[in-house]
């Protein structure tokens, strides 16, 4: 499976990004995709995950009111939409998922958001106040 995260860059306080991470290698109804961020000087985080499989999103506490997460079957990616961005936004976001889609269906809630078998390269969001 590949993973490859695109969309992020340098944005003003109060705007919205989207953040993309196309999906290769595997069948992607099935499969589930967790988002994840790493600040400077913090640990990761996660963000939300979907499952393809039965449209089950979960997001993070933190997550529930700014971000949005989807996916589009047509074109194999999974978005991840951060409205009103904050300085504290300031991170380099990944997107993960589980080893095959097999472990798609109960990613989301037995492994997510603690492990992920595969990552993208991450995608660096900077927002300038």
């Known amino acids: 499976v590949q993973l490859v995260e695109s969309g992020g860059g340098l944005v003003q306080a109060g705007e919205s990004l989207r953040l993309s991470c196309s999906v290769s290698?595997?069948?992607?109804?099935?499969?589930?995709i967790g988002w994840f961020r790493q600040a400077p000087g913090k640990g990761r985080e996660g963000i939300s995950c979907i499952s393809n499989s039965d449209g089950d999103i979960r997001y993070a506490d933190f997550a529930k009111d700014r971000f949005t997460t989807s996916s589009d079957s047509a074109s194999s990616t999974t978005y991840l939409e951060i409205h009103n961005l904050k300085p504290e936004d300031t991170a380099v976001y990944y997107c993960?998922?589980?080893?095959?889609?097999?472990?798609?269906?109960?990613?989301?809630?037995?492994?997510?958001?603690?492990?992920?078998?595969?990552w993208g390269q991450g995608t660096q969001v900077t927002v300038s106040s």
């Open positions: 290698g595997d069948t992607f109804e099935d499969y589930a």
């Open positions: 993960g998922g589980p080893r095959s889609s097999y472990s798609g269906p109960y990613y989301c809630q037995m492994f997510w958001p603690h492990e992920a078998d595969h």
